[in-house]
C-alpha cells in the first residue's frame, strides 16, 4: 500500500518558497515528526495456537491493535508469515470490538468466503493472499459493502490451509457478492475456480465434512 511523503509543517513551506528565508534545516528523524495515514477502522490481529491441554478461548491471543497505515505495517513485517506457523496455528484480522468467533453479535448471523489451499499453495501463494486480503480490508476495498466486512482468518492445516473473509449478515446478497467478486479479482483467481459463501450457522451444526454454499463467485 502506497503512502504519501510526509509533509512539513506550514512554517517550513513558506520558508522554503521565500528566497530571503534562511535555510530550511535538515528533517528530523524521530517518527513523532511525521503525520501518521489513518484508517478508516481500528483494526485488532490475533493469533490462535492449538495448544490441546488449554480450552479454545485460552488458546486465543490478542496480538495488537492499530488504526494507521505505519502501525500496520510495523505489525505486519514483525510478526511471521502464515507459511512459517505450525498447524494448527490462525492469524485472525477483525475490526476492534469484534471477536473472531461465531458466537459474537457482530458475526452470529453472517458467514464467510472461503477459500481452500492446496499443500504446494503454502509455498507459493499463501503468504501473498493474506497480505492481499489484509490490505482489502484495512483499506476498505469493497466500496459501501466494506461495511459488512467483520474480519477475515487465515487457518494453517496439514490437509490444505484455508482464508476467509468473514461478513456480518449473510443474507445481505448484494453486500457479499460485491465481496466475493472483488476479493476474487484482487486476488487474480482464474474463473473457472469458484469460491463459496457459508454461513456461520450452516458451518458450525454440519454433519459431514463439507457445507453447503449459500454463494459463490
Not at 145 to 150: L, M, P
Request: charged content about 25%; aromatic content about 10%; glycine content about 6%.
Amino acid at each position: 500500500m502506497a503512502t504519501s511523503e510526509p509533509r512539513g509543517t506550514e512554517n517550513e513551506e513558506v520558508r522554503a518558497e521565500s528566497p530571503t528565508a534562511p535555510p530550511v534545516p535538515s528533517p528530523v528523524t524521530s517518527s513523532e515528526q511525521y503525520i501518521k495515514h489513518p484508517l478508516q477502522n481500528r483494526w485488532a490481529l490475533w493469533y490462535f495456537k492449538n495448544d490441546k491441554s488449554k480450552s479454545w478461548t485460552e488458546n486465543l491471543r490478542l496480538i495488537s491493535k492499530f488504526d494507521t497505515v505505519e502501525d500496520f505495517w510495523a505489525l505486519y513485517n514483525h510478526i511471521q508469515q502464515p507459511s512459517k506457523l505450525g498447524f494448527g496455528c490462525d492469524y485472525c484480522l477483525f475490526k476492534d470490538g469484534i471477536k473472531p468467533m461465531w458466537e459474537d453479535d457482530r458475526n452470529k448471523l453472517g458467514g464467510r468466503w472461503l477459500m481452500t489451499l492446496s499443500k504446494q499453495q503454502r509455498h507459493n501463494d499463501l503468504d501473498r493472499y493474506w497480505m492481499e486480503t489484509l490490505l482489502c480490508l484495512i483499506g476498505e476495498s469493497f466500496d459501501e459493502a466494506s461495511e459488512d466486512v467483520c474480519g477475515a482468518v487465515v487457518n494453517v492445516r496439514p490437509k490444505g490451509d484455508k482464508i476467509a473473509i468473514w461478513t456480518g449478515n449473510c443474507q445481505n446478497r448484494d453486500a457479499i457478492m460485491t465481496i466475493g467478486q472483488q476479493y476474487k479479482e484482487r486476488l487474480s483467481i482464474p474463473s473457472k475456480t469458484l469460491i463459496g459463501y457459508q454461513s456461520h450457522d450452516d458451518t458450525s451444526s454440519k454433519s459431514g465434512s463439507t457445507t453447503k454454499n449459500m454463494y459463490s463467485v
